[in-house]
Protein backbone atom coordinates (compact mmCIF):
# COMPACT_ATOMS: atom_id res chain seq x y z
CA UNK A 1 0.00 0.00 0.00
CA UNK A 2 1.19 3.43 -1.13
CA UNK A 3 -0.44 6.39 1.66
CA UNK A 4 0.54 9.93 1.68
CA UNK A 5 1.63 11.44 5.07
CA UNK A 6 -2.02 12.28 7.19
CA UNK A 7 -4.39 13.20 4.43
CA UNK A 8 -4.35 10.17 1.95
CA UNK A 9 -4.18 12.82 -0.84
CA UNK A 10 -5.15 16.26 -0.68
CA UNK A 11 -5.87 16.58 -4.54
CA UNK A 12 -9.03 18.42 -5.18
CA UNK A 13 -11.04 16.93 -8.15
CA UNK A 14 -13.26 18.83 -9.73
CA UNK A 15 -16.88 18.13 -9.73
CA UNK A 16 -18.43 15.83 -12.71
CA UNK A 17 -21.04 13.73 -13.44
CA UNK A 18 -19.97 10.06 -12.40
CA UNK A 19 -22.53 7.99 -14.58
CA UNK A 20 -20.42 4.91 -15.73
CA UNK A 21 -19.71 3.16 -18.81
CA UNK A 22 -19.66 -0.66 -18.10
CA UNK A 23 -16.74 -3.27 -19.00
CA UNK A 24 -16.85 -6.38 -20.14
CA UNK A 25 -17.08 -8.08 -16.76
CA UNK A 26 -18.78 -4.96 -14.83
CA UNK A 27 -21.93 -3.80 -14.70
CA UNK A 28 -21.65 0.09 -13.87
CA UNK A 29 -24.60 1.84 -11.17
CA UNK A 30 -25.53 5.64 -11.99
CA UNK A 31 -25.08 8.04 -9.54
CA UNK A 32 -27.96 8.16 -6.73
CA UNK A 33 -29.94 10.77 -4.62
CA UNK A 34 -30.70 8.07 -1.58
CA UNK A 35 -30.21 4.60 -0.84
CA UNK A 36 -31.79 2.27 -3.28
CA UNK A 37 -34.00 -0.59 -3.13
CA UNK A 38 -32.91 -3.92 -1.55
CA UNK A 39 -30.15 -6.12 -3.80
CA UNK A 40 -29.12 -9.88 -4.21
CA UNK A 41 -27.93 -10.99 -1.06
CA UNK A 42 -24.87 -11.55 -3.74
CA UNK A 43 -23.85 -9.84 -7.00
CA UNK A 44 -23.68 -11.60 -9.97
CA UNK A 45 -21.55 -9.71 -11.28
CA UNK A 46 -18.69 -6.95 -10.57
CA UNK A 47 -20.41 -3.68 -9.91
CA UNK A 48 -19.48 -0.14 -9.04
CA UNK A 49 -22.01 2.40 -7.79
CA UNK A 50 -21.14 5.80 -6.97
CA UNK A 51 -22.79 8.64 -5.16
CA UNK A 52 -24.92 7.18 -3.37
CA UNK A 53 -26.59 8.87 -0.32
CA UNK A 54 -28.16 7.83 2.85
CA UNK A 55 -31.23 9.92 3.78
CA UNK A 56 -30.27 12.41 6.32
CA UNK A 57 -26.85 12.72 5.29
CA UNK A 58 -24.79 14.54 2.76
CA UNK A 59 -21.73 12.25 2.73
CA UNK A 60 -21.68 10.39 -0.69
CA UNK A 61 -20.40 6.42 -0.51
CA UNK A 62 -18.82 4.53 -3.39
CA UNK A 63 -19.14 0.88 -3.31
CA UNK A 64 -17.41 -1.69 -4.96
CA UNK A 65 -18.48 -5.07 -4.93
CA UNK A 66 -17.61 -8.34 -6.96
CA UNK A 67 -19.55 -11.08 -7.77
CA UNK A 68 -20.29 -13.13 -4.80
CA UNK A 69 -18.93 -11.15 -2.33
CA UNK A 70 -20.30 -11.87 1.22
CA UNK A 71 -17.96 -9.41 3.76
CA UNK A 72 -17.41 -5.61 3.60
CA UNK A 73 -14.82 -3.01 4.49
CA UNK A 74 -16.27 0.59 5.39
CA UNK A 75 -12.86 2.75 4.16
CA UNK A 76 -12.36 6.45 5.64
CA UNK A 77 -9.69 8.91 4.04
CA UNK A 78 -7.65 11.20 5.53
CA UNK A 79 -8.47 14.74 6.13
CA UNK A 80 -8.68 16.59 3.06
CA UNK A 81 -8.96 13.27 0.99
CA UNK A 82 -11.54 11.54 -1.30
CA UNK A 83 -13.08 7.95 -1.65
CA UNK A 84 -11.43 7.78 -5.11
CA UNK A 85 -7.98 9.25 -4.08
CA UNK A 86 -8.07 6.31 -1.22
CA UNK A 87 -9.35 3.42 -3.60
CA UNK A 88 -6.31 4.44 -5.76
CA UNK A 89 -3.45 4.75 -3.00
CA UNK A 90 -5.30 1.30 -1.99
CA UNK A 91 -4.76 -0.25 -5.10
CA UNK A 92 -8.38 -0.46 -6.09
CA UNK A 93 -8.24 2.09 -8.67
CA UNK A 94 -5.90 1.50 -11.59
CA UNK A 95 -5.79 5.51 -12.15
CA UNK A 96 -5.46 8.11 -10.13
CA UNK A 97 -8.87 9.73 -11.54
CA UNK A 98 -12.33 9.58 -10.06
CA UNK A 99 -13.89 6.27 -10.17
CA UNK A 100 -15.11 4.57 -13.66
CA UNK A 101 -16.30 0.90 -14.04
CA UNK A 102 -13.34 0.15 -16.45
CA UNK A 103 -10.66 1.38 -14.10
CA UNK A 104 -11.51 -0.44 -11.43
CA UNK A 105 -8.88 -3.37 -10.06
CA UNK A 106 -11.26 -6.24 -9.13
CA UNK A 107 -8.20 -9.01 -8.23
CA UNK A 108 -7.78 -8.67 -4.54
CA UNK A 109 -11.76 -7.70 -4.08
CA UNK A 110 -12.49 -10.61 -5.66
CA UNK A 111 -10.12 -13.23 -4.65
CA UNK A 112 -11.26 -12.14 -1.06
CA UNK A 113 -15.10 -12.27 -1.21
CA UNK A 114 -14.66 -8.98 0.21
CA UNK A 115 -17.03 -5.32 -0.93
CA UNK A 116 -15.19 -2.22 -0.50
CA UNK A 117 -17.37 0.61 0.53
CA UNK A 118 -15.63 4.40 0.26
CA UNK A 119 -17.41 7.38 2.10
CA UNK A 120 -16.79 10.99 1.80
CA UNK A 121 -15.99 13.14 4.64
CA UNK A 122 -17.13 16.64 4.94
CA UNK A 123 -15.95 20.47 5.43
CA UNK A 124 -17.47 22.95 7.59
CA UNK A 125 -18.72 25.72 5.55
CA UNK A 126 -16.06 27.89 4.26
CA UNK A 127 -13.67 25.18 4.25
CA UNK A 128 -11.89 22.79 1.55
CA UNK A 129 -10.52 20.07 3.55
CA UNK A 130 -12.97 17.35 4.12
CA UNK A 131 -12.41 15.16 7.00
CA UNK A 132 -14.57 13.31 10.12
CA UNK A 133 -15.71 14.71 13.49
CA UNK A 134 -12.89 12.99 15.32
CA UNK A 135 -11.86 14.97 18.26
CA UNK A 136 -8.87 16.39 15.90
CA UNK A 137 -11.04 17.42 13.30
CA UNK A 138 -14.66 19.03 12.89
CA UNK A 139 -16.70 18.17 10.27
CA UNK A 140 -19.86 19.71 10.90
CA UNK A 141 -21.92 16.51 11.13
CA UNK A 142 -22.45 13.77 13.37
CA UNK A 143 -20.30 11.25 11.85
CA UNK A 144 -20.77 8.64 14.70
CA UNK A 145 -24.89 8.79 13.34
CA UNK A 146 -23.76 8.52 9.76
CA UNK A 147 -21.07 5.71 10.13
CA UNK A 148 -23.96 4.05 12.61
CA UNK A 149 -26.49 4.28 9.83
CA UNK A 150 -23.73 3.02 6.92
CA UNK A 151 -23.01 -0.45 8.71
CA UNK A 152 -26.74 -1.02 9.04
CA UNK A 153 -26.82 -0.09 5.45
CA UNK A 154 -24.59 -2.13 4.20
CA UNK A 155 -25.92 -5.40 6.16
CA UNK A 156 -29.19 -5.09 4.91
CA UNK A 157 -28.62 -3.93 1.29
CA UNK A 158 -25.61 -6.47 0.14
CA UNK A 159 -26.42 -9.08 2.68
CA UNK A 160 -23.62 -9.40 4.48
CA UNK A 161 -23.06 -9.96 8.11
CA UNK A 162 -19.68 -9.12 8.71
CA UNK A 163 -18.50 -5.65 7.92
CA UNK A 164 -15.35 -3.72 9.22
CA UNK A 165 -14.71 -0.10 9.78
CA UNK A 166 -10.93 1.29 8.69
CA UNK A 167 -9.37 4.66 8.38
CA UNK A 168 -6.79 6.29 7.44
CA UNK A 169 -4.78 9.01 9.50
CA UNK A 170 -7.94 11.23 9.93
CA UNK A 171 -10.40 8.44 8.97
CA UNK A 172 -8.14 6.41 11.24
CA UNK A 173 -9.29 9.00 14.41
CA UNK A 174 -12.44 8.49 13.14
CA UNK A 175 -12.29 4.61 13.31
CA UNK A 176 -10.61 4.69 16.69
CA UNK A 177 -13.99 7.30 17.68
CA UNK A 178 -16.47 4.96 16.55
CA UNK A 179 -14.29 1.81 18.44
CA UNK A 180 -14.95 3.48 21.58
CA UNK A 181 -18.53 4.80 20.79
CA UNK A 182 -20.56 2.67 18.64
CA UNK A 183 -18.85 -0.39 18.82
CA UNK A 184 -21.64 -2.88 17.93
CA UNK A 185 -21.90 -1.11 14.61
CA UNK A 186 -18.81 -2.94 13.16
CA UNK A 187 -17.54 -6.27 13.65
CA UNK A 188 -13.65 -5.23 13.56
CA UNK A 189 -11.91 -1.93 13.55
CA UNK A 190 -8.36 -1.01 11.89
CA UNK A 191 -6.55 2.35 12.13
CA UNK A 192 -3.77 2.99 9.84
CA UNK A 193 -1.69 5.71 11.34
CA UNK A 194 -4.47 7.27 13.08
CA UNK A 195 -3.96 8.12 16.89
CA UNK A 196 -7.05 7.39 19.21
CA UNK A 197 -8.20 11.04 20.25
CA UNK A 198 -10.51 11.91 22.59
CA UNK A 199 -12.98 15.19 23.37
CA UNK A 200 -9.94 16.08 25.53
CA UNK A 201 -7.57 16.57 22.35
CA UNK A 202 -4.68 17.35 22.60
CA UNK A 203 -4.50 16.90 26.40
CA UNK A 204 -4.64 13.34 26.97
CA UNK A 205 -7.92 11.81 27.85
CA UNK A 206 -9.12 8.74 30.34
CA UNK A 207 -8.53 5.08 28.37
CA UNK A 208 -11.47 4.26 26.55
CA UNK A 209 -13.80 1.95 27.15
CA UNK A 210 -15.77 0.60 24.29
CA UNK A 211 -19.00 -0.50 24.70
CA UNK A 212 -18.60 -4.34 23.56
CA UNK A 213 -15.72 -6.41 23.23
CA UNK A 214 -14.48 -6.12 19.47
CA UNK A 215 -10.69 -6.40 17.78
CA UNK A 216 -9.16 -3.00 17.11
CA UNK A 217 -5.72 -2.95 15.29
CA UNK A 218 -3.82 0.21 15.61
CA UNK A 219 -0.95 0.22 12.30
CA UNK A 220 1.70 2.87 12.57
CA UNK A 221 4.85 2.78 10.26
CA UNK A 222 8.15 3.10 12.31
CA UNK A 223 9.29 6.09 10.14
CA UNK A 224 6.32 7.89 10.79
CA UNK A 225 7.22 11.32 11.33
CA UNK A 226 3.97 12.50 11.68
CA UNK A 227 2.65 10.10 14.10
CA UNK A 228 6.17 9.78 15.61
CA UNK A 229 5.33 11.18 19.48
CA UNK A 230 2.52 9.12 19.69
CA UNK A 231 4.56 5.95 18.12
CA UNK A 232 7.46 6.31 20.99
CA UNK A 233 5.00 6.92 23.31
CA UNK A 234 2.94 3.44 22.32
CA UNK A 235 6.60 1.42 22.54
CA UNK A 236 7.12 2.51 26.05
CA UNK A 237 3.64 0.86 27.06
Same mark, same amino acid.
Given at each position: ?? #?????? !????????????????????????????????????????????????????????????????????? *?? !? *?????????????? %?????????????????????????? *?? &? #?? !?????????????? *?????? +???????????? +???????????????????????? /??????? +??? #????? /???????? !???? %????? &???? #????????????? +???????
Amino acid at each position: LW #LTACGG !GIDEPTEQPQGLAASADTKAAPLRARAPATMPATATANTLSVGIKLAGYPHKIDVYRPAGATKAIVFLH *GQ !G *GTTWKLAYDLGFNR %VNAPQTAKNVNWDWLSRNGIIAVFAQ *GQ &A #LP !GTRLPGWNNYVFDS *GQDDVA +FLSALSTYVRTQ +FGVSQVALSGHSSGGAMTARMWCE /ATSAYDE +FVS #LAGPM /ASATYPQP !GPTC %VPQTP &APYF #LVIGGKDSTQEEF +FHTFNAL
